[in-house]
Each structure stands twice: as C-alpha cells, then as structure tokens.
Nanobody, 132 residues
Framework: QVQLVESGGGSVQTGGSLRLSCAASGYLESRVCMGWFRQAPGKEREGVAI??????????YYADSVKGRFTISHDKVKNTVYLKMNSLRPEDTAMYYC???????????????????????WGQGTQVTVSS
C-alpha cells in the first residue's frame, strides 16, 4: 500500500508559476510510474506528466498541452515527486492528483492513451486555479 500526499496548489494569474509536491510513503516497487493527473469540472481525468523511476534512472512523459511549460522530477532521498509549472494558463485550472503504479515494463501509460485506470494509488488532490 502506498500513501501519496500532495501539496503546493493555489491561485495564480496567467503566466505565473507553481510547484506541486507529492510525498510517497509505504511500499514502493523497484520500478514505478508516478505522475500528475488533472481533472477540470465536467471533463475526464487526464495525464499531465509522468515519470518512470527505476534503479537505472528515470524517464519523463508529458502531455502535448504542457510540454515546455511543466517539468516533472523525483527526489529519491525524499521519495517525493515534483511538478514545476511555468507559464500557467487559465486552461490549466483543475484539481491535480498524484498517482503511482507498478511499472511492468520500461514505459509509463496514462498520457493520451486512456489508461489512467492503471494507476491504483492516488492522493487526495490539490487545486490549481489560474485567472486571466
């Protein structure tokens, strides 16, 4: 069982920045996909940024809508995943959730493929609001 606790959400104006944090505790597999998903009112939950974490390193995956603006990273010592969000836009407004899943292979699903359901560990979410 993995516990995920998010923090760092808030309200900013267009063009502003925020950094979300996701602290993981409990048992984690040696290879794991951890990522950030978001859900706006009336919309489906979507993958935003995901990181594959294994003994040999990590790989990052981003939704096209956030490439070049968002950066996902992992602090191995703190067992925490971060999402740095720059150049925020009103369309980034949503509840942001951290999630984790065992990485069966060398790739993490969840962005643009409808496979959000494969993530079985979720945090409580943190709200991000971007005003114009």
């Amino acid at each position: 069982q993995v516990q995920l606790v998010e923090s760092g959400g808030g309200s900013v104006q267009t063009g502003g920045s925020l950094r979300l944090s996701c602290a993981a505790s409990g048992y984690l597999e040696s290879r794991v996909c951890m990522g950030w998903f978001r859900q706006a009112p009336g919309k489906e939950r979507e993958g935003v940024a995901i990181i594959w974490i294994g003994g040999s390193g990590s790989s990052q995956y981003y939704a096209d809508s956030v490439k070049g603006r968002f950066t996902i990273s992992h602090d191995k010592v703190k067992n925490t995943v971060y999402l740095k969000m720059n150049s925020l836009r009103p369309e980034d407004t949503a509840m942001y959730y951290c999630a984790a899943a065992y990485a069966g292979g060398w790739y993490c699903p969840g962005i643009g493929d409808g496979r959000v359901y494969e993530y079985n560990n979720w945090g409580q979410g943190t709200q991000v609001t971007v005003s114009s």
